[in-house]
């Protein structure tokens, strides 16, 4: 009795083992799960949002790796992130801190916002207004912001919000000038985004930080519901937003 014990202990062990190999290599090569903590990628991406990222989409530097192993330097199988993409990468200012922003600003490109427009080696991008984004606070008061559809000059289209109009102190920026093997990267919540145009902070981003592509999302709750307020679930997910790609 004492060995048929041990034996079903040691396949239960064996098999908890495989299952953390197999979530760990999955994590690593394949796709990650990552969540909205913050608005600054709204309406694009909602705080309670949970995605995908694909970890191949750009190859596979040490921050691909669990706790960012510095097992190698650079990137393995390196695909250049596209502009347009909402991309996860490590903050640089620490190299730890997860962050999730647009890719804006390629290698060399001259990057700018006058006025509130973006401007993309001295050329105005395309922005068209459209309806204003309203929400409520957690006061029930309404909400609203000018809400646009911006046009990368590759043809990407996108929405961005401005609740300070164009007056904010990130509407007129300099000329950041992105270096070599860097990506200057922004939110699509323009006035309440802490993103590259904060250079002691954010600035620009090394190709090895990026961690990978936002794909889809396959959760997301307004964070009205604790986990245990079962009964109030099916007020609290936004089930319209699951699958939905992240674009």
Do not use: C
């Not at 204003?132 to 961005?160: C, F, K, M, W």
């Amino acid at each position: 009795m004492s060995k048929k014990n041990t034996g079903g202990t040691w396949e239960t062990v064996k098999t908890i083992v495989y299952a953390v190999l197999i979530a760990v290599v999955i994590r690593t090569v394949a796709f990650e799960p990552f969540n909205i903590p913050s608005g600054s990628m709204v309406p694009s991406l909602l705080i309670g949002d949970y995605l995908f990222v694909s970890k191949y989409s750009y190859g596979y530097s040490r921050y691909s790796l669990p706790f960012g192993l510095p097992l190698f330097e650079g990137r393995i199988f390196p695909s250049e992130p596209e502009r347009g993409d909402v991309a996860v990468f490590k903050l640089p200012s620490d190299n730890s801190t997860d962050y999730i922003k647009r890719v804006i600003g390629l290698p060399g490109d001259r990057i700018q916002v006058v006025g509130g427009v973006l401007h993309i080696n001295g050329a105005p991008v395309e922005r068209k207004q459209i309806d204003d984004y309203v929400t409520r606070d957690a006061l029930g008061n309404t909400r609203r912001a000018r809400q646009y559809v911006e046009t990368l000059p590759n043809g990407r289209s996108h929405l961005i919000i401005e609740y300070d109009g164009d007056s904010a102190p990130t509407d007129n920026t300099p000329i950041y000038v992105v270096p070599p093997g860097h990506y200057f990267m922004m939110g699509d919540n323009r006035d309440n985004s802490q993103d590259s145009r904060y250079l002691d902070y954010v600035g620009f981003v090394p190709f090895e930080n990026m961690v990978g592509r936002a794909e889809f999302l396959f959760f997301s709750t307004d964070g009205s519901a604790a986990i245990w307020e079962v009964w109030r679930w099916p007020w609290a997910i936004r089930f319209g937003r699951f699958f939905n790609a992240v674009e």
